[in-house]
C-alpha cells in the first residue's frame, strides 16, 4: 500500500465524524490514482453510512387531522404516533430493528410468580423536558392513566390483565397482573404507554412534556408538528438531527409531489403505482420493509347484514384478493386469509381453507342467510391504505357476479379515523401489526377493546386469550393460538385483505441505520434514530 493509498483510508475512517471535508477527500484519491468522480462517489457513499450531527428534516406523513391531539389516549395514525410518541417520547421497554423488545426508559425488567409479577428498573439520571427527574411514581401515574372504567384510552384492554402497579422506591416499578404474561414488556413499547410527569397525581399529557429525543416547538392539528432537539436526551448522541418537522400530507400526489420537488425528505407511504418512476429519480431512495401490516375491512357485526355470519363469510368469497395484490399493490403485498397474524410472527397457523373468489360458495353462503341478493355501503379512502379506492372498486366487480351490489362510498381524506373508522358498518383500515400473537388479539380482537374494529364478541376466542397468555407450555399456547386464527378466519367480522410491505421514499441526504419491522417508520423511531448525510 502506498502512502497515498494509506492516507486515503485514514481519511475515509474521518469521513463520519465530519473530520475530513470533501474537497480534502477529492485530493487525497486524486494523490492514490482514482478520479475525481470515484473519489467523490467514496465520499458520498461513507458519508451517507455514517451517523452525522446537526440538521433539519421535513418529513412528509400519509396522515394527520385537525381533529389530532398530543393526548397519548389517542394517537390513532402514523402522524401523531410518529411525532409524539416517537420523537417526543420514551415508553419503559421499545422494539428494535431486528424485532426483538429492549429497555428503553427502563434499565431492566424481570418476571417472577409465573409472569404474574414485572419489576422494572428505570434509569438513573433521566429527565423530563423540563429538567425533572423521571421516577417510579411518573410510570404509575402514567399507566394508570390508561386503566380504569373512566379511561379514554384506546389501549385500555392492553392492561386489562394489571390488577395492580406501585412504585417501590423512586426507581422501581413492579406490575402485579390477574395472570401470567410472558409478552408483557412487549405490551409497555405501545406508542400508547408514553411516560409524562406526574402532576398532582395526575398524567400531565397537556403540557407535551415528555422525556423524548425532541421537544415539541410548534403543533397545528392537520398540518405540520415542528420539534427541536432535546440537549439533555439520555441515549448519548441522539439524537442526530437539530430540528425535525412533521408534515401532514394526506393526498398520495401530492405527497410524491413534495418529495420529488424536494419539498420534504421523506414520505411515508409511496404511491406504488409511480414507484419506478420515483426510482429514476437519483436523488431519492426507496425503503421496502416487510413487517407485520395488513389491510383491513372490517364488518360492524353488531348490525345488519353484517350481524349473521353466513353473510360474512359470503363477502370473504365474493373477493378476489390475488387480484386485488397483483393490481393495486403490484408485488408489494401478499394474500392474506382473515387472519392477523403475520407468517413472522410466533405462533402463525395459516387457517383452512385459504379464501379466495368462488363465487358459488358466495351464493351458497348467502344463500344460507337466507337472501338471493345483497346491497351494502362500502366507505373508503386512501388514508386507510393507499390503493383502497382501487381495491374497493375491484371488490365492486367481483362482488357483483355473486349477487352483492357494493356500492362504494369515497370518504374524505381528513379525519377519516374519527369519522369512518368505528363508525360506519363496513370500510377500509389498516393495522400496523404487532410484534406478538397476544398483543395483536388483545387490542384488535379482544370483547371490550376500545378498537375492536369489527366489534366481534366471540366467547371461545375470549376464553383462549386468556388463557393462552398464562400457559407456560409452548405446545399448548401454540394450539390455543392456532384455534384462535381459525376463528377469526371462520367467524371474525375483519377480512384481512393482505399483508403489505412498508414502502417509504427518502431524499438520499437522510441517512439511516437498519430499518425496523415493528411499525412504519422505522419503527415510528425515525426521528431519533436518522441524520442528514451529504449528498
Same mark, same amino acid.
Given at each position: 500500500?502506498?502512502?497515498?493509498?494509506?492516507?486515503?483510508?485514514?481519511?475515509?475512517?474521518?469521513?463520519?465524524?465530519?473530520? =475530513?471535508?470533501?474537497?480534502? @477527500?477529492?485530493?487525497?484519491?486524486?494523490?492514490?490514482?482514482?478520479?475525481?468522480?470515484?473519489?467523490?462517489?467514496?465520499? =458520498?457513499?461513507?458519508?451517507?453510512?455514517?451517523?452525522?450531527?446537526?440538521?433539519?428534516? *421535513?418529513?412528509?406523513?400519509?396522515?394527520?387531522?385537525?381533529?389530532?391531539?398530543?393526548?397519548?389516549?389517542?394517537?390513532?395514525?402514523?402522524?401523531?404516533?410518529?411525532?409524539?410518541?416517537?420523537?417526543?417520547?420514551?415508553?419503559?421497554?421499545?422494539?428494535?430493528?431486528?424485532?426483538?423488545?429492549?429497555?428503553?426508559?427502563?434499565?431492566?425488567?424481570?418476571?417472577?410468580?409465573?409472569?404474574?409479577?414485572?419489576?422494572?428498573?428505570?434509569?438513573?439520571?433521566?429527565?423530563?423536558?423540563?429538567?425533572?427527574?423521571?421516577?417510579?411514581?411518573? =410510570? =404509575?401515574?402514567?399507566? &394508570?392513566?390508561?386503566?380504569?372504567?373512566?379511561?379514554?384510552?384506546? $389501549?385500555?384492554?392492553?392492561?386489562?390483565?394489571?390488577?395492580?402497579?406501585?412504585?417501590?422506591?423512586?426507581?422501581?416499578?413492579?406490575?402485579?397482573?390477574?395472570?401470567?404474561?410472558?409478552?408483557?414488556?412487549?405490551?409497555?413499547?405501545?406508542?400508547?404507554?408514553?411516560?409524562?410527569?406526574?402532576?398532582?397525581?395526575?398524567?400531565? %399529557?397537556?403540557?407535551?412534556?415528555?422525556?423524548?429525543?425532541?421537544?415539541?416547538?410548534?403543533?397545528?392539528?392537520?398540518?405540520?408538528?415542528?420539534?427541536? &432537539?432535546?440537549?439533555?436526551?439520555? *441515549?448519548?448522541?441522539?439524537?442526530?438531527?437539530?430540528?425535525?418537522?412533521?408534515?401532514?400530507?394526506?393526498?398520495?400526489?401530492?405527497?410524491?409531489?413534495?418529495?420529488?420537488?424536494?419539498?420534504?425528505?421523506?414520505?411515508?407511504?409511496?404511491?406504488?403505482?409511480?414507484?419506478?418512476?420515483?426510482?429514476?429519480?437519483?436523488?431519492?431512495?426507496?425503503?421496502?420493509?416487510?413487517?407485520?401490516?395488513?389491510?383491513?375491512?372490517?364488518?360492524?357485526?353488531?348490525?345488519?347484514?353484517?350481524?349473521?355470519?353466513?353473510?360474512?363469510?359470503?363477502?370473504?368469497?365474493?373477493?378476489? &384478493?390475488?387480484?386485488?395484490?397483483?393490481?393495486?399493490?403490484?408485488?408489494?403485498?401478499?394474500?392474506?386469509?382473515?387472519?392477523?397474524?403475520?407468517?413472522?410472527?410466533?405462533?402463525? *397457523?395459516?387457517?383452512?381453507?385459504?379464501?379466495?373468489?368462488?363465487?358459488?360458495?358466495?351464493?351458497?353462503?348467502? *344463500?344460507?342467510?337466507?337472501?338471493?341478493?345483497?346491497?351494502?355501503?362500502?366507505?373508503?379512502?386512501?388514508?386507510?391504505?393507499?390503493?383502497?379506492?382501487?381495491?374497493?372498486?375491484?371488490?365492486?366487480?367481483?362482488?357483483?357476479?355473486?349477487?352483492?351490489?357494493?356500492?362504494?362510498?369515497?370518504?374524505?381524506?381528513? $379525519?377519516?379515523?374519527?369519522?369512518? %373508522?368505528?363508525?360506519?358498518?363496513?370500510?377500509?383500515?389498516? %393495522?400496523?401489526?404487532?410484534?406478538?400473537?397476544? %398483543?395483536?388479539?388483545?387490542?384488535?380482537?379482544?370483547?371490550?377493546?376500545?378498537?375492536?374494529?369489527? @366489534?366481534?364478541?366471540?366467547?371461545?376466542?375470549?376464553?383462549?386469550?386468556?388463557?393462552? &397468555?398464562?400457559?407456560?407450555?409452548?405446545?399448548?399456547? $401454540?394450539?390455543?393460538?392456532?384455534?384462535?386464527?381459525?376463528?377469526?378466519?371462520?367467524?371474525?367480522?375483519?377480512?384481512?385483505?393482505?399483508?403489505?410491505?412498508?414502502?417509504?421514499?427518502?431524499?438520499?441526504?437522510?441517512?439511516?441505520?437498519?430499518?425496523?419491522?415493528?411499525?412504519?417508520?422505522?419503527?415510528?423511531?425515525?426521528?431519533?434514530?436518522?441524520?442528514?448525510?451529504?449528498?
Amino acid at each position: 500500500m502506498s502512502e497515498s493509498e494509506y492516507k486515503l483510508r485514514i481519511a475515509q475512517s474521518l469521513i463520519g465524524r465530519g473530520k =475530513v471535508s470533501r474537497r480534502d @477527500f477529492i485530493h487525497l484519491g486524486l494523490a492514490a490514482g482514482l478520479t475525481v468522480a470515484a473519489s467523490d462517489q467514496i465520499f =458520498v457513499t461513507v458519508a451517507r453510512a455514517q451517523p452525522q450531527q446537526g440538521g433539519f428534516a *421535513k418529513l412528509g406523513m400519509a396522515h394527520g387531522a385537525t381533529t389530532d391531539s398530543i393526548d397519548p389516549a389517542g394517537y390513532p395514525d402514523t402522524f401523531t404516533q410518529t411525532a409524539f410518541s416517537g420523537a417526543m417520547s420514551n415508553g419503559l421497554t421499545e422494539v428494535d430493528a431486528k424485532g426483538d423488545i429492549q429497555p428503553d426508559l427502563a434499565e431492566s425488567f424481570e418476571s417472577s410468580n409465573a409472569a404474574k409479577t414485572w419489576v422494572f428498573k428505570l434509569r438513573k439520571g433521566v429527565t423530563f423536558h423540563n429538567g425533572k427527574n423521571v421516577t417510579a411514581e411518573d =410510570v =404509575v401515574t402514567s399507566m &394508570r392513566y390508561h386503566m380504569g372504567a373512566d379511561t379514554k384510552s384506546a $389501549a385500555k384492554s392492553l392492561l386489562e390483565s394489571v390488577s395492580d402497579i406501585n412504585a417501590d422506591g423512586p426507581e422501581t416499578v413492579v406490575f402485579t397482573l390477574n395472570s401470567g404474561n410472558a409478552d408483557f414488556p412487549y405490551i409497555m413499547s405501545d406508542y400508547h404507554f408514553v411516560i409524562m410527569p406526574s402532576v398532582d397525581g395526575k398524567a400531565d %399529557w397537556g403540557s407535551g412534556t415528555r422525556t423524548g429525543a425532541f421537544v415539541l416547538e410548534n403543533f397545528q392539528p392537520g398540518v405540520s408538528a415542528k420539534l427541536k &432537539r432535546n440537549p439533555n436526551y439520555f *441515549k448519548n448522541g441522539k439524537p442526530y438531527l437539530d430540528e425535525v418537522e412533521f408534515i401532514a400530507i394526506t393526498d398520495l400526489a401530492a405527497r410524491m409531489a413534495a418529495l420529488s420537488t424536494g419539498e420534504v425528505d421523506y414520505i411515508g407511504r409511496a404511491d406504488l403505482k409511480t414507484l419506478g418512476m420515483l426510482k429514476r429519480n437519483p436523488k431519492i431512495e426507496i425503503i421496502e420493509v416487510t413487517g407485520y401490516g395488513h389491510y383491513t375491512l372490517p364488518m360492524n357485526v353488531t348490525m345488519a347484514p353484517f350481524d349473521n355470519p353466513d353473510v360474512r363469510m359470503a363477502m370473504k368469497w365474493a373477493i378476489n &384478493r390475488q387480484e386485488i395484490a397483483d393490481k393495486i399493490f403490484l408485488g408489494h403485498a401478499t394474500v392474506a386469509n382473515d387472519n392477523p397474524i403475520a407468517p413472522a410472527i410466533k405462533f402463525y *397457523k395459516n387457517p383452512e381453507p385459504q379464501h379466495r373468489f368462488d363465487p358459488e360458495k358466495a351464493r351458497h353462503y348467502l *344463500k344460507k342467510a337466507g337472501m338471493e341478493k345483497l346491497k351494502v355501503d362500502l366507505s373508503v379512502a386512501d388514508a386507510a391504505f393507499a390503493g383502497a379506492v382501487d381495491a374497493a372498486a375491484l371488490i365492486r366487480e367481483t362482488a357483483a357476479q355473486c349477487g352483492i351490489d357494493v356500492n362504494v362510498v369515497r370518504e374524505a381524506e381528513d $379525519a377519516y379515523w374519527d369519522n369512518i %373508522w368505528l363508525k360506519k358498518p363496513w370500510c377500509a383500515s389498516y %393495522w400496523s401489526g404487532r410484534a406478538t400473537a397476544d %398483543w395483536m388479539f388483545t387490542q384488535a380482537f379482544a370483547a371490550e377493546s376500545s378498537w375492536n374494529e369489527s @366489534f366481534w364478541k366471540n366467547p371461545r376466542f375470549n376464553e383462549l386469550l386468556v388463557q393462552a &397468555r398464562a400457559e407456560t407450555d409452548e405446545a399448548k399456547r $401454540a394450539d390455543m393460538y392456532g384455534e384462535m386464527q381459525q376463528l377469526t378466519h371462520d367467524d371474525g367480522g375483519s377480512i384481512v385483505l393482505v399483508f403489505n410491505n412498508f414502502v417509504s421514499a427518502k431524499s438520499k441526504k437522510l441517512g439511516h441505520g437498519d430499518v425496523a419491522p415493528n411499525w412504519e417508520n422505522d419503527g415510528l423511531k425515525m426521528a431519533e434514530r436518522w441524520w442528514m448525510a451529504e449528498a
